[in-house]
């Protein structure tokens, strides 16, 4: 019989392999083959290791090394050395343990992808991403292991079990990985046994147009009851019985089963104006969707019939939350067009139109926060441009309809009235005259998106 010997086997990862089995009660194929990830492209670790303890199988059974194929027997549990064995009339049991260094966990990879793809199996997603939570002693077991057999190839250990789990998802679900915005993220915490699904949110891009005057954007929760319901709100919990949020929201959550609905909106306009022209940009966020692919068109459609005439929508598509950073940004610089019908204390004469027109094309405004929403912003003066003004006709002496174009974040209503000086130079303050604003329609939002 020929002794073991690492002279018999020159080769380094062969040698290196042995000293890891030969140090462990167990070393699954997963963990012996993670320490050489960086050799062997196209395998997995599981194959990697499974391909070691076979070579080393093999080369012991050609020299007839008995405490070679004892190792990889007893430590390494590699079937093919136990069946060599018994040619030699030696019948040899593995240790009867779970992994030295993983602790079993991935031996039991089938079990936790059986369970993932139980638990979502009823949910709809095209993209996923797997993480992990591993006991930090196993991290500083194996950090240790390599740092005592100087092993510079391997790989993190949540990394392949990431992988690896993906790509038992994959086979099963047909469903692709996204390490940027996965429908679903599935978390396997492996100290506390526990696995847990979070389905992202589902982002629809469109714009909407406000048909009528007195509908808020967002819900407004009654301030006396806090949503709660009271005699003031007539048990709603809301100020409003409805709002631009909801007519898009509810049917929206109707055909996602979302839990929730979210409108973030470039920019704003005020309850009493219309929203008209090409629409305003909105991203609605829905929460915890369990349908994310349904067609857009029957979705435009059943938001307009629900709104009734109030509200419609247009160019509904998917896309990513970062959408909603970028409508957010830019609504304060976002160009908007106004029509406005307003009432002056005097008579408009022909010189008055020329005046105005000359005096408001091109200029920059001086604003402070206008009176009216100094309870919700802060107090502080907005320079805004104004690039166009125009007064379109002149009604009964002393009514006029004006269009004007200017830069998002602009209260163009003080713009007309002066807001007790808060806002200069103003229509009002030019004039010397009282203005009242008897409507306002936001007829062109200038976004690209």
Same mark, same amino acid.
């Given at each position: 019989?020929?002794?073991?010997?690492? %002279?018999?086997?020159?080769?380094?990862?062969?040698?290196?392999?042995?000293?890891?089995?030969?140090s462990?009660?167990? *070393?699954?194929?997963?963990?012996?083959?993670?320490?050489?990830a960086?050799?062997?492209?196209?395998?997995?670790?599981?194959?990697?290791?499974?391909?070691?303890?076979?070579?080393?199988?093999?080369?012991?059974?050609?020299?007839?090394?008995?405490?070679?194929?004892?190792? *990889?027997?007893?430590?390494?549990?590699?079937?093919?050395?136990?069946?060599?064995?018994?040619?030699?009339?030696? !019948?040899?049991?593995?240790?009867?343990?779970?992994?030295?260094?993983?602790?079993g966990?991935?031996?039991?990879?089938?079990?936790?992808?059986?369970?993932?793809?139980?638990?979502?199996?009823?949910?709809?997603f095209?993209?996923? *991403?797997?993480?992990?939570?591993?006991?930090?002693?196993?991290?500083?077991?194996? !950090?240790?292991?390599?740092?005592?057999?100087?092993?510079?190839?391997?790989?993190?250990?949540?990394?392949?079990? %990431?992988?690896?789990?993906?790509?038992?998802?994959?086979?099963? =679900?047909?469903?692709?990985?996204?390490?940027?915005?996965?429908?679903?993220?599935?978390?396997l915490?492996?100290?506390?046994?526990?696995?847990?699904?979070?389905?992202?949110?589902?982002?629809?891009?469109?714009?909407?147009?406000?048909?009528?005057?007195?509908?808020?954007?967002? =819900?407004?929760?009654?301030?006396?009851?806090q949503?709660?319901?009271?005699?003031?709100c007539?048990?709603?919990?809301?100020?409003?019985?409805? +709002?631009?949020?909801?007519?898009?929201?509810?049917?929206t959550?109707?055909?996602?089963?979302?839990?929730?609905?979210i409108?973030?909106?470039?920019?704003?306009?005020?309850?009493?104006?219309?929203?008209?022209g090409?629409?305003?940009?909105?991203?609605?966020?829905?929460?915890?969707?369990?349908?994310?692919?349904?067609?857009?068109?029957?979705?435009?459609?059943?938001?307009?019939?629900?709104?009734?005439?109030?509200?419609?929508?247009? !160019?509904?598509?998917?896309?990513?939350?970062?959408?909603?950073?970028q409508?957010?940004?830019?609504?304060?610089?976002?160009?908007? =067009?106004?029509?406005?019908?307003?009432?002056? +204390?005097?008579?408009?004469?022909?010189?008055?139109?020329?005046?105005?027109?000359?005096?408001?094309?091109?200029?920059?405004?001086?604003?402070r =926060?206008?009176?009216?929403?100094?309870?919700?912003?802060?107090?502080?003066?907005?320079?805004?441009?104004?690039?166009?003004?125009?007064?379109?006709q002149?009604?009964?002496?002393n009514?006029?309809e004006?269009?004007?174009h200017?830069?998002?974040?602009?209260?163009?209503?003080?713009?007309?009235?002066?807001?007790?000086?808060?806002?200069?130079?103003?229509?009002?303050?030019?004039l010397?005259?009282?203005?009242?604003?008897?409507?306002?329609?936001?007829?062109?939002?200038?976004? %690209?998106?």
């Open positions: 019989m020929i002794s073991m010997n690492e %002279n018999h086997l020159d080769n380094k990862i062969c040698s290196k392999a042995i000293e890891l089995l030969k462990h009660k167990y *070393l699954c194929d997963s963990c012996l083959g993670r320490q050489f960086a050799y062997g492209s196209g395998l997995a670790n599981k194959e990697r290791g499974f391909a070691i303890k076979t070579l080393l199988t093999m080369n012991a059974h050609r020299l007839e090394d008995l405490e070679l194929l004892k190792v *990889l027997a007893i430590h390494g549990k590699c079937e093919s050395a136990i069946k060599t064995l018994l040619i030699f009339g030696i !019948d040899t049991q593995p240790h009867d343990s779970k992994c030295s260094l993983c602790e966990i991935f031996d039991d990879l089938p079990k936790y992808a059986n369970e993932i793809i139980e638990k979502i199996k009823d949910v709809d095209d993209t996923f *991403l797997v993480g992990s939570k591993i006991s930090p002693l196993l991290l500083e077991r194996e !950090d240790e292991l390599r740092a005592n057999y100087r092993i510079e190839s391997g790989e993190a250990c949540k990394s392949e079990l %990431n992988r690896e789990l993906g790509k038992y998802i994959h086979k099963f =679900t047909e469903k692709n990985v996204s390490f940027q915005n996965p429908d679903v993220v599935i978390l915490d492996t100290i506390n046994n526990e696995l847990s699904i979070s389905v992202n949110p589902l982002f629809i891009y469109g714009r909407y147009r406000k048909l009528i005057r007195g509908i808020p954007q967002s =819900t407004w929760i009654c301030s006396s009851c949503g709660k319901g009271c005699s003031e007539n048990g709603t919990g809301k100020r409003y019985s409805e +709002s631009i949020e909801e007519l898009i929201s509810n049917p959550l109707e055909l996602t089963k979302g839990k929730d609905g409108l973030h909106a470039s920019g704003r306009e005020d309850i009493d104006a219309k929203m008209l090409n629409g305003r940009p909105f991203v609605l966020e829905i929460k915890e969707p369990k349908i994310r692919n349904i067609s857009l068109d029957k979705l435009q459609e059943a938001i307009n019939n629900y709104a009734q005439g109030k509200v419609e929508v247009l !160019d509904l598509r998917k896309i990513t939350r970062e959408i909603i950073r409508i957010k940004a830019r609504s304060k610089f976002t160009e908007k =067009t106004y029509r406005l019908l307003v009432k002056v +204390s005097r008579k408009i004469e022909v010189v008055d139109v020329n005046r105005i027109e000359q005096a408001f094309q091109s200029i920059t405004i001086d604003q =926060t206008p009176q009216r929403v100094l309870h919700r912003r802060v107090d502080k003066i907005r320079q805004k441009r104004v690039f166009s003004f125009k007064i379109n002149v009604l009964d002496d009514i006029m004006v269009i004007v200017c830069e998002g974040g602009l209260y163009v209503k003080e713009l007309l009235t002066g807001d007790e000086g808060f806002t200069k130079p103003s229509v009002s303050e030019l010397n005259s009282d203005i009242e604003v008897l409507e306002i329609d936001v007829i062109k939002v200038h976004s %690209n998106l």
